[in-house]
């Protein structure tokens, strides 16, 4: 074989081996197929503590931010709750509405309950300078005392928070919603619900109750058609919820709504007058 012809083979040899060596040698085994190792599923993302983008991973977390973050700023909180036969006759009613600074240093909280199944009532409550004064309206009384006093002159000695007659970070109720609600999906929410919050959120959605011996109505009642959402910051404050269900009470059958809204978090600002309207039920 001439010079030209094996100068051509030793060429096309090299192209096609890739200059790894000759067949048989060690470097043919760097050619073999090899079997990836298995990748672990990760766990799906958190988008505020202890919510996932599918679901409830820990509503206990989720309860200790909602109320951490509502401890250190000013708020203003409205619940409200109707119970109603199917027929749509309304049995009682009860709303509450309170404005509350930072730290609870002072607050205005109403409440008023009403319809034909109970004594229609009004509370009021008033918190400034460690001192919390409560006025009751209802069944011909009226009423007012000093629920609290930081410094114990005219009133029992304890903080004004712990007069209030309700708790204002509803943590409890949160929480129960939270586990026996079916969330299924956690999401942003739409741009016109972020402008009424004032706030990024996400949307909380379910599908029926996960669990419906965990949902919150006592062991005598049947619970049904259970429909509830939510919105919730990424910091973990729940700004709003919503639920409808029917409950089998003594036999009948009820519908119950319930809905609650922080708004004006950091900007509240305590109204005084509205406690002194303790005359006149609105």
């Given at each position: 074989?001439?010079?030209g012809?094996?100068t051509a083979?030793?060429?096309l040899?090299?192209?096609?081996?890739?200059?790894t060596?000759?067949?048989?040698?060690?470097?043919?085994a760097?050619?073999?197929t090899?079997?990836?190792?298995?990748?672990?599923d990760?766990p799906?993302?958190?988008?505020?503590?202890?919510?996932t983008g599918t679901?409830?991973?820990d509503?206990d977390?989720l309860?200790?931010?909602?109320?951490?973050?509502?401890?250190?700023?000013?708020?203003?909180?409205e619940?409200?709750?109707?119970?109603?036969?199917?027929?749509?006759?309304?049995?009682?009613?009860?709303?509450t509405?309170?404005?509350?600074s930072?730290?609870?240093?002072s607050?205005?909280?109403f409440?008023?309950?009403s319809?034909?199944?109970v004594?229609?009532?009004?509370?009021?409550t008033?918190?400034?300078?460690?001192r919390a004064i409560?006025?009751?309206?209802g069944?011909?009384t009226?009423s007012?005392?000093?629920?609290a006093?930081?410094?114990?002159?005219?009133?029992p000695?304890?903080?004004?928070?712990?007069?209030?007659?309700?708790?204002?970070?509803?943590?409890?109720?949160?929480?129960?919603?939270?586990?026996g609600?079916?969330?299924?999906?956690?999401?942003p929410?739409?741009?016109?619900?972020?402008?009424?919050?004032g706030?990024?959120?996400?949307?909380?959605?379910a599908?029926?109750?996960?669990?419906?011996s965990?949902?919150?109505?006592?062991p005598a009642?049947?619970?049904?058609?259970?429909?509830?959402?939510?919105?919730?910051?990424?910091?973990g404050?729940?700004?709003s919820y919503?639920?409808?269900?029917?409950?089998v009470?003594?036999?009948?059958?009820?519908?119950?709504t319930e809905?609650?809204?922080y708004?004006?978090l950091g900007?509240?600002t305590v109204?005084?007058?509205e406690?002194?309207?303790?005359?006149?039920?609105?």
């Amino acid at each position: 074989m001439g010079t030209g012809v094996r100068t051509a083979v030793l060429a096309l040899c090299l192209v096609t081996a890739g200059c790894t060596g000759f067949i048989g040698s060690e470097g043919a085994a760097s050619t073999e197929t090899m079997t990836p190792a298995p990748v672990p599923d990760s766990p799906p993302p958190r988008v505020a503590p202890g919510l996932t983008g599918t679901g409830v991973a820990d509503a206990d977390t989720l309860v200790r931010a909602h109320v951490a973050g509502l401890s250190n700023t000013s708020f203003t909180v409205e619940h409200r709750r109707a119970v109603d036969d199917v027929g749509g006759t309304r049995r009682v009613q009860q709303t509450t509405r309170a404005e509350i600074s930072a730290g609870y240093r002072s607050y205005t909280a109403f409440r008023r309950v009403s319809g034909p199944s109970v004594t229609d009532q009004v509370i009021r409550t008033h918190s400034e300078d460690r001192r919390a004064i409560q006025w009751i309206l209802g069944d011909g009384t009226n009423s007012s005392r000093i629920v609290a006093d930081g410094q114990g002159i005219g009133g029992p000695p304890r903080p004004p928070r712990d007069a209030l007659f309700f708790e204002p970070t509803y943590h409890e109720r949160v929480r129960a919603l939270f586990l026996g609600a079916n969330v299924t999906a956690v999401v942003p929410a739409r741009a016109e619900v972020v402008k009424l919050h004032g706030t990024r959120v996400f949307r909380v959605r379910a599908d029926g109750a996960a669990n419906r011996s965990r949902f919150p109505v006592t062991p005598a009642e049947r619970v049904g058609d259970v429909s509830f959402t939510a919105t919730v910051s990424p910091a973990g404050v729940v700004h709003s919820y919503g639920v409808q269900y029917t409950v089998v009470r003594n036999g009948t059958r009820l519908r119950v709504t319930e809905s609650l809204r922080y708004t004006d978090l950091g900007v509240t600002t305590v109204d005084a007058d509205e406690a002194g309207r303790n005359t006149t039920a609105r």
